[in-house]
Each structure stands twice: as structure tokens, then as C-alpha cells.
T-cell receptor
Framework: DTGVSQNPRHKITKRGQNVTFRCDPI?????LYWYRQTLGQGPEFLTY????????KSRLLSDRFSAERPKGSFSTLEIQRTEQGDSAMYLC?????????????FGEGSWLTVV | DAKTTQPPSMDCAEGRAANLPCNHS???????VYWYRQIHSQGPQYIIH???NNETNEMASLIITEDRKSSTLILPHATLRDTAVYYC?????????????FGKGITLSVRP
């Protein structure tokens, strides 16, 4: 257990429905990352936050995806109008950003199946 | 794009050392080498990282060549639970490049 908590761990939803995932990072970690991983592939970067500011978004993050970190603590990733291609594991990670070669810690992921 | 090259797979016998190679010939002076592993259906697990010097912790050792163009992760006594996908990643620490960019990794199979 790295201390990064993700909920729910598994979600099955019908195509067209909205889903939301929550991530609670390690306390005092100021950076929070979201990744997506499909079967047989490495994790792909989606977005990251420094405190409450969203500093970078991948082109993979279509306009149906939105991520927030309103108070600089937990974060949510919402997918609107889900499609079957959204089926994947969504990973959250956090780190304490400094100059010293810090470490990014991942949660166990949230599996999404769109039927 | 990932800046590292790893063989797709390798195996080793339980109890023996597993030496996982990684090429990163275009690494810059301010880029660290990180290793993570991912056991099936779990999140990536941090193993070790280094800049220039060799590093060792309770999980593994990281050997970085003097020119920093390649490195080797060493699991000194592999167990069946070390069977996983291992990712070698180079990472800068400035604001723009702080994320990890994963490639396909190397699948290590530890056989009894």
C-alpha cells in the first residue's frame, strides 16, 4: 500500500453514462497525476496538478474528460458520455515535488468497463 | 515518446540474479533513470532511481554506465513474486517534464 487511494476500484457502466473516479493522494504531496492504461500497454499520461492548478493535459484527454483538484488535496476524474474505448484502468499517482529526484507513487487503479 | 529501449521479455531461475538491461542513449545531463514494475492488475510500484552513481536499496541495485547511455536493474535473488513488467524511464525534474513516460517495459518471468 503506497498511501494513494483510488475509488471505486471497479466500475461497470453502460455506454453514454457518466462516471467519476476519486483519488486521495499521500498527504502533503503537492503533485497529483492521472494515467490511463489499456491491456498490454504501459500507462499513458493524462494530466497532472500542482496543488490545485492543472499544469498539463495530454491530447488523450478529450473534451469528455475533466479532472479537478479543488482544494489541492483529493482529485476527481470525470468521463462524460462514456464510450467502449474508454474501458481501461485509470491510475492516480502523487509526489512531493522538489529538486532532489523525488518519487512518484501510484495507487492501485480504478478499472472501468463500458458495456 | 519513451526515451528508453528494453528487450520485450526475459526469464530467470528462482534464486538467481535477474539483470534487466535498458538503453537510454539520448539521456540528458539533468535526466534521472527510474525503474518501476507492475504486477498483473496492480498499479506501478517504484523500485529505484539514479542520476550518475550506482544505487542500491532493499529491492534492487541500479548500475548506470559511466557515459549514462545504459543501465541495468539487478534483482539479486529473484523470487516468483518478482514476475512482472519492469519499466525503465528517464525523467527530468523541471516543471514541464516532471511526468513519467512509460514504454512497453520488459516482462520478467521467474521460473521455479
Amino acid at each position: 500500500d503506497t498511501g494513494v487511494s483510488q475509488n471505486p476500484r471497479h466500475k461497470i457502466t453502460k455506454r453514454g453514462q457518466n462516471v467519476t473516479f476519486r483519488c486521495d493522494p499521500i498527504s502533503e504531496h503537492n503533485r497529483l497525476y492521472w494515467y490511463r492504461q489499456t491491456l498490454g500497454q504501459g500507462p499513458e499520461f493524462l494530466t497532472y496538478f500542482q496543488n490545485e492548478a492543472q499544469l498539463e493535459k495530454s491530447r488523450l484527454l478529450s473534451d469528455r474528460f475533466s479532472a479537478e483538484r479543488p482544494k489541492g488535496s483529493f482529485s476527481t476524474l470525470e468521463i462524460q458520455r462514456t464510450e467502449q474505448g474508454d474501458s481501461a484502468m485509470y491510475l492516480c499517482a502523487s509526489s512531493l515535488e522538489d529538486r532532489g529526484g523525488n518519487t512518484i507513487y501510484f495507487g492501485e487503479g480504478s478499472w472501468l468497463t463500458v458495456v | 515518446d519513451a526515451k528508453t529501449t528494453q528487450p520485450p521479455s526475459m526469464d530467470c531461475a528462482e534464486g538467481r540474479a535477474a539483470n534487466l538491461p535498458c538503453n537510454h542513449s539520448t539521456i540528458s545531463g539533468n535526466e534521472y533513470v527510474y525503474w518501476y514494475r507492475q504486477i498483473h492488475s496492480q498499479g506501478p510500484q517504484y523500485i529505484i532511481h539514479g542520476l550518475k552513481n550506482n544505487e542500491t536499496n532493499e529491492m534492487a541495485s541500479l548500475i548506470i554506465t559511466e557515459d549514462r547511455k545504459s543501465s541495468t536493474l539487478i534483482l539479486p535473488h529473484a523470487t516468483l513474486r518478482d514476475t512482472a513488467v519492469y519499466y525503465c524511464i528517464v525523467r527530468t525534474l523541471n516543471s514541464a517534464g516532471s511526468k513519467l513516460t512509460f514504454g512497453k517495459g520488459i516482462t520478467l518471468s521467474v521460473r521455479p
